[in-house]
């Protein structure tokens, strides 16, 4: 434990100054409660933090957990925050983690998401470009994928990182989500979309068509269901994949009445041409809804993008002390000693005692020292130690 006290002081006082804008910051920051894991909830969409330090032992890839367990469980630990993930449970204390408990709700042995979905995101690495993630340095905007959720570095979708600039892309105000050349390929009869008012578009012309994205997720589900739904037989690679059109698919047979599909009204776009759609205001209203497209949204299990998705967050955390409690936890986040104190539930607890253990600081304008926040939980743990019963907190 370093013991140089000026490094680690903070001055309670101007925290107090700053109230609102700490406060507001701190939102930002721990918006939410963070003393219920979502294990129990099942597959959600949700914010999920991939965690470095913790290193599977089975020989899977990195695990991720929910936004209580980032806080109770690994806040001393590397995190990647990967924003939200659909259909995901918490891998915290699970077989992915290694035996390491969770310390908000304890989990079966073996357990194993075995349906979670895993990426080059969960070590860290983002984009086609795969690059890792340095939060520091990432210059870039990005933009998360509607479809996949990997996020993508602004020149790498309008081609500027390789050299070649192909499109601009529209101004941040003029569009609200973004669907990425990857997706639209592997779910082709998107692609059409480019010609609509609700869609921004820009389009990649293959050249050597067939070598460009033979990387991508080859694994995944929807890969797999568009060989089935292909009227080929034939096991087909991704390249090729885009072949795969309403025409190729095989359809339910057309309707009379008024179940006329939208995508008639554009020409069909060709299969070495890569189109990056960015989603105006309201552009899910715009997706067809005849039987053809409703059984390829469903065959590609894509139909979340009908509706705009559910995402769970945890109840709010409105506790007025959140600045300077905040201020406390930066200190304590400095200390080995944290991790003895049994994560963050412990910190949830104690925040009361905390904020009035720091009131006086602020209240004189003295400086909060690591030794100050050292000598308080030390107290506390000797309290703990010698009472027999829960009353620490
Ligand atoms: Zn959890
Ligand atoms: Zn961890
Ligand atoms: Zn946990
Ligand atoms: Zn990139
Ligand atoms: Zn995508
Ligand atoms: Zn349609």
New binding site residues.
């Given amino acids: 434990m370093a013991s140089e006290d000026t490094k680690d002081t903070v001055t309670v006082g101007e925290y107090l100054e700053q109230q609102k804008s700490l406060e507001e910051e701190a939102g930002e920051v721990l918006p939410w409660n963070f003393d219920r894991c979502t294990y129990s909830k099942g597959h959600l969409r949700q914010a999920v933090y991939a965690c470095k330090t913790c290193k599977p032992s089975t020989g899977s890839g990195p695990g991720g957990v929910c936004y209580s367990c980032s806080i109770a469980c690994h806040a001393d630990h590397d995190l990647i925050e990967l924003f939200n993930k659909r259909n995901f449970q918490c891998d915290c204390g699970t077989a992915r983690f290694g035996g390491s408990a969770c310390q908000l709700e304890p989990k079966p042995q073996d357990a194993l998401n075995e349906t979670n979905l895993y990426n080059h995101n969960f070590e860290g690495r983002f984009c086609w470009c795969k690059v890792e993630y340095d939060p520091e340095r990432e210059e870039a905007n990005m933009h998360q994928?509607v479809?996949?959720e990997?996020w993508f570095h602004e020149n790498c979708i309008n081609g500027e990182k390789q050299g070649e600039k192909n499109f601009s892309l529209p101004d941040l105000d003029n569009f609200e989500e973004y669907?990425?050349r990857?997706?639209t390929s592997k779910h082709s009869f998107l692609k059409p979309y480019k010609n609509s008012h609700m869609f921004f578009s820009g389009q990649t012309v293959r050249k050597n068509d067939g070598t460009k994205e033979k990387d991508n997720d080859k694994k995944s589900k929807n890969d797999q269901l568009q060989v089935e739904t292909s009227a080929s037989t034939n096991k087909r690679k991704l390249d090729d994949e885009q072949e795969i059109d309403l025409k190729a698919t095989a359809l339910p047979k057309k309707t009379k009445g008024d179940d006329v599909c939208k995508l008639e009204r554009w020409e069909p776009v060709k299969n070495n041409i890569d189109v990056d759609l960015f989603c105006i205001q309201n552009w899910r209203d715009e997706l067809c809804r005849c039987s053809k497209c409703t059984y390829l949204y469903k065959s590609h299990q894509i139909e979340f993008i009908l509706q705009e998705e559910e995402t769970y967050e945890p109840p709010q955390d409105d506790d007025a002390h959140t600045s300077l409690f905040d201020s406390g936890m930066k200190l304590l986040a400095q200390m080995d000693r944290v991790t003895a104190i049994e994560g963050a539930i412990a910190y949830a607890k104690l925040r009361d005692d905390l904020v009035e253990f720091l009131k006086p600081f602020g209240d004189s304008g003295k400086t909060v020292t690591e030794q100050d926040i050292r000598a308080f939980f030390e107290s506390k743990w000797s309290e703990r130690k010698t009472s027999d019963t829960n009353s620490f907190f």
């Fill in positions: 994928c479809l996949c990997d669907i990425c990857t997706c």
